[in-house]
């Protein structure tokens, strides 16, 4: 697990920050933090962005046919 404790300590900062959940995708090495306010996951971008160089804000949305 020490290997991987930089994963762990991302993952665990995201959900300090209000992230729902925060999950690796697939074998890595992202992380992706769920959240459920806008204004929650753009403070988490700007405070991670202090500690990363590649950090990203991005959004689903509902398609209507």
Do not use: H
Request: no cysteine; proline share 2%.
């Amino acid at each position: 697990v020490k290997k991987y404790s930089e994963l762990k300590f991302i993952k665990d900062r995201l959900i300090d920050m209000g992230a729902m959940n925060a999950v690796m995708s697939g074998s890595g090495p992202a992380i992706i933090g769920l959240f459920k306010e806008r204004e929650a996951a753009d403070r988490a971008m700007t405070k991670m962005k202090k500690m990363y160089q590649q950090v990203f804000l991005v959004s689903s949305y509902v398609r209507s046919d």
